[in-house]
């Protein structure tokens, strides 16, 4: 009797911890976006080597892989730069697009204000047919892992405003011009 008294006590004790945990009580599968299972637990990291690009399984980029992109802009005919954090941000992936959308970004570039905007980047392998053909099987390897991140477009759905790659656009009085961005990350897991 006695031996079974902790026992009893211990599991009663992680039973009542458990029900008030938020974490526990909201233990529901996530809802996959678009093609995320595709990319579930890949890790891209950046081709300068100081960042990773981590997908994780609940729609987010991993909080702790420090995934910045620059993206440079003009606004009235002055150039500025914008420095895109994508750490905890919900991600969709479209494979037949070749697209990734980081979802609701808050950004002040069109309004002053933060306002979400879904931020659309072309993700695919860099280089599509040829790696095969490189005799060395490191560079083979390098080349086949290795895929490029291109913005093409930011949509501010809440002000149905939309900024196209390249293309100037209108908003509010302000002249806005987003220039491309490439970013070569390497597959490595």
Known sequence: MCVGLPILMLTSSCKREFDHDADFQLNEP????????????????????????WFDIRNEIANFSKPFLGQPFNENGIERYKRIDLRGRLYEYNESKEELTILGYP???ATGQDMPADIVYGFGRKQKEG??????PAQRSRCERTFSLRLKRMLFKDIGFTLQVNEEGNYNGKVLKMYDMNQDIILVN
């Open 30 to 53: 996530a809802k996959v976006f678009g093609d995320n299972t595709r990319l579930f637990t890949k890790i891209f990291q950046f081709d300068n080597g100081e960042a990773y690009l």
């Open 107 to 109: 950004l002040d570039i």
């Open 131 to 136: 790696c095969e053909l490189i005799a060395d």
